[in-house]
């Protein structure tokens, strides 16, 4: 293999020959792709269970709200792709132009592509090994007609494989990409969210800051907020390993209905408190102003 700085390299299909490399009408086309994106934001989390993909979804229609026009939701968990179900897509099928690239599934002001929509239902197990993951990830970047839009949400699974360090690479050395890292407040979960900050540190993916989600939960009679785990976990890592906190989002029972029945609260409720701190997260954002 030719010996490279390429923060790609272990994707690339050329070996890291950049000569090569700049050829391949793939990474052609990723790179005409992502660099006509001006803000793309990767939220992960080293640990399951913490409501990524509910970030993801809410604060894509969150950007979108802030006037950050037409935003693109690329949704790689590929082994349980959710994104379909909270936006009420279930059963849609992306279209495909006359030069055979796929048309994203329109969601308001979101365009969204998923492994969900080819599927042939949503208990079909997608089996697949490390190569053909990269394979499909890159796939969802080039072979789509993505348009212009303002900014791009990518929620990848758990952990730190094979999506989320494909999709880190692909975007290796863009200045308008960052990560948002979601944990809970309990101090079990900081452990494993340390891990994302760790790996974005190696790559290196600069982290747009940590969010801190089911943070108290409100209660929906009375609109107290009751601290149902322990709390802090955000604010500890965020400032252990000096990165921005972006916020808290307060455990609703509105968020979780409107997940379950494809209807994310940031599209039906203006002014409950997760709404109102999705607006304060975006507006934390780097380059939320631009």
Request: glycine share 14%; charged share 20%.
């Amino acid at each position: 293999m030719t010996e490279t700085n390429c923060p790609s390299a272990a994707n690339c299909p050329s070996g890291g020959d950049c000569a090569s490399c700049a050829q391949n009408p793939e990474d052609v086309r990723i790179r005409e792709v992502l660099g006509g994106i001006p803000r793309k934001y990767v939220v992960m989390s080293g640990k399951g269970g913490v409501g990524k993909s509910t970030v993801a979804v809410n604060l894509a229609l969150a950007l979108a709200a802030a006037g950050k026009g037409r935003v693109g939701l690329l949704d790689i968990d590929l082994h349980g792709p959710s994104v379909p179900r909270m936006l009420g897509l279930e059963g849609q099928r992306m279209g495909t132009t006359p030069e055979g690239r796929f048309v994203p599934v329109a969601a308001g002001p979101l365009d969204v592509v998923s492994v969900g929509f080819v599927l042939d239902a949503p208990d079909t197990a997608v089996i697949l090994r490390g190569p053909m993951k990269i394979g499909l990830i890159r796939q969802f970047v080039s072979q789509v007609e993505w348009g212009k839009p303002d900014a791009l949400v990518v929620d990848v699974p758990p952990g730190t494989g094979d999506e989320p360090l494909t999709m880190c690479q692909l975007l290796g050395g863009d200045a308008g990409a960052s990560a948002v890292i979601v944990t809970t407040p309990q101090r079990v979960s900081e452990e494993d969210v340390s891990k994302s900050v760790d790996f974005c540190r190696k790559l290196p993916m600069p982290v747009a800051g940590l969010v801190e989600n089911m943070s108290g939960f409100v209660c929906p009679h009375c609109g107290g907020v009751t601290e149902v785990f322990s709390s802090g976990a955000g604010e500890r890592l965020a400032a252990e390993y000096g990165i921005p906190f972006l916020g808290k989002i307060p455990l609703d029972p509105m968020v979780c209905a409107g997940g379950d029945e494809g209807m994310p609260f940031m599209s039906l409720y203006d002014d409950n408190a997760p709404s109102q701190a999705f607006r304060e997260i975006v507006a934390r954002l780097p380059g939320a102003e631009g």
